[in-house]
């Protein structure tokens, strides 16, 4: 039931009460005073008597009414309040999805981070790699990447050192793109 509907129900509903307690009180005047010829009573009893007709008569249907709309206001605070629980539990689910969704999102920017720092050893390693390999290729002292004069061998082990970390790595840094990849897909669906 929509609130217009409700409003005309309540202003139908009072335009009956206030029609009954007229076309009552209307109905013992008309056949009592017209009808009949009688005097308005100046009797407290009499006016006592009217007053007994015209609740007797009145109670019983302001008692149905009052009855009718408390169990409407019922019904709809029953509705209102299902349509309350719908919209929470709508609320819940979305609000669980965007929790999933930002947990999601942070788990990309952690790993987006960790292949921006394995970019950067690979891009150190490489660097690293080709000084040394020009130091091998030329005659003369053999200087290590951070300066320190080493002989042929230590220069061979550290370049298969640095070609063992750069590797690795590699490896790493393709398996968080691979774990970004499957994050978005699962973004995505």
């Not at 947990?103 to 394995?118: D, G």
Request: net charge neutral; with cysteine.
């Amino acid at each position: 039931m929509t609130q217009d509907e409700l409003g005309k129900r309540i202003n139908r509903s009072k335009t009956f009460a206030r029609t009954l307690i007229v076309a009552i009180c209307s109905a013992y005047v008309i056949k009592f005073w017209l009808l009949t010829g009688a005097n308005i009573s100046g009797s407290p009893e009499a006016w006592g008597q009217f007053g007994d007709y015209v609740g007797g008569l009145l109670n019983p249907i302001i008692a149905y009414l009052a009855f009718y709309w408390l169990t409407q206001s019922i019904l709809l605070q029953r509705d209102e309040l299902s349509a309350t629980k719908k919209a929470l539990e709508e609320s819940a689910k979305s609000q669980e999805k965007q929790e999933q969704h930002a947990s999601k999102t942070a788990k990309v920017n952690a790993l987006s981070t960790l292949i921006n720092a394995h970019n950067n050893d690979i891009s150190n390693l490489r660097s690293n790699m080709e000084f040394l390999s020009n130091q091998l290729s030329q005659s003369g002292p053999i200087y290590s990447p951070i300066g320190h004069s080493i002989n042929i061998e230590e220069a061979r082990v550290l370049q298969k050192n640095m070609t063992e970390a750069l590797e690795t790595s590699l490896k790493r840094r393709m398996e968080a793109m691979d774990e970004v990849t499957k994050l978005l897909h699962a973004v995505e669906m």
